[in-house]
């Protein structure tokens, strides 16, 4: 499947975790704000335009009350800020283009990091990676959507094509290790292990091809996109490596509001809840949905001192 080609301001930085103390709460004016002598206060707030005397001296500088064809331009033009996992190049980023064409897409150093920057209004939206048709689960993400109070709107599903990426001059025998995400390494398992070489995991693709080339490494390879190749400039030695030519990876759309289903068309559901302990307990609750006709497409057991489970 082919990507949405991506718009990349150059100015973007990573979010890296972001601080308790980093909230946008305003507690006051800052100390290293220049402070007015209280003297020279005006003794009317200029605020209130009834009154001549309090409009400033020259009226061109006020603001100008918004028209609507000033919200109709910020509706089509403004991009929607979406948050991904990741560095530029990395599979999470092709995905929230896919989601959302167009989007202004924000790396962000952890999962967690993407989840708190939707939360505290830094972006809009955030695109994370729930599942992969070969590794499974990505346990971290169904934990994080505990914790955190934001929605799932949608969900995308990106073909995976692994590449293998290697300074210029570097051939498959020089190769003593190869660096990737962890789910990347668990996709090429059979290859890389054909390969004899040592596996490294790291926190994306495109961080792990980075690293390779920033290091100008001659004994290690990234396993990442050809986009990564691309942003990175490292030659492309091996590609669709994954051990699946039907790898896909399916992502979950976040937001802050819910998306109300209407009754025209079907929605997948999330459900999350726990049980009391006992015999025929998870028995009785599928059987919930089974009277009713409900097709459930996957469903996790967390099973501690409570049962913990996920249906779709
Ligand atoms: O490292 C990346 O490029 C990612 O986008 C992360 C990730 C994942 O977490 O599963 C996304 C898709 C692929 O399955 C491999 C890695």
């Not at 001296?57 to 064809?69: E, G, V, Y």
Request: charged share 20%.
């Amino acid at each position: 499947m082919a990507s949405t080609p991506l718009a990349r301001p150059p100015s973007i930085q990573p979010i890296s975790q972001i601080s308790p103390s980093n909230n946008w709460k305003f507690a006051g004016r800052p100390q290293s704000f220049p402070m007015v002598p209280s003297r020279s206060l005006p003794v009317k707030s200029s605020i209130q335009r009834g009154d001549d005397s309090n409009v400033a001296n020259d009226p061109h500088t006020l603001p100008r009350p918004l028209t609507s064809s000033d919200i109709s331009n910020l509706g089509s033009g403004s991009r929607l800020r979406v948050a991904y996992q990741g560095l530029p190049g990395a599979y999470s980023e092709s995905a929230a283009a896919k989601a959302y064409p167009n989007c202004q897409a924000v790396p962000c150093e952890l999962f967690e990091t993407a989840f708190d920057a939707v939360g505290r209004w830094l972006v809009d939206r955030a695109v994370l990676p729930i599942e992969n048709s070969l590794g499974g689960s990505i346990h971290r993400n169904y934990d994080l959507l505990l914790r955190h109070k934001l929605h799932i709107v949608g969900e995308v599903v990106y073909a995976v094509r692994h590449c293998l990426l290697v300074n210029r001059g570097v051939k498959l025998e020089d190769l003593k290790r190869v660096l990737s995400h962890p789910q990347a390494l668990a996709q090429c398992e059979h290859t890389l292990t054909k390969l004899g070489v040592v596996k490294e995991a790291v926190d994306d693709t495109a961080g792990a091809a980075k690293f390779v080339a920033s290091n100008k490494l001659k004994d290690a390879g990234a396993v990442a996109s050809s986009l990564a190749a691309d942003i990175y400039d490292l030659d492309i030695l091996a590609q669709d490596i994954q051990d699946d030519s039907d790898n896909v990876t399916r992502f979950l759309m976040l937001a802050r509001e819910p998306i109300i289903p209407g009754v025209d068309k079907p929605f997948k559901t999330s459900i999350v809840f726990s049980l009391e302990e006992g015999p025929g307990v998870l028995f009785k609750a599928l059987a919930v949905f089974a009277m009713r006709d409900i097709n459930l497409t996957k469903a996790i057991f967390n099973i501690f001192s409570t049962l913990h489970t996920y249906f779709y």
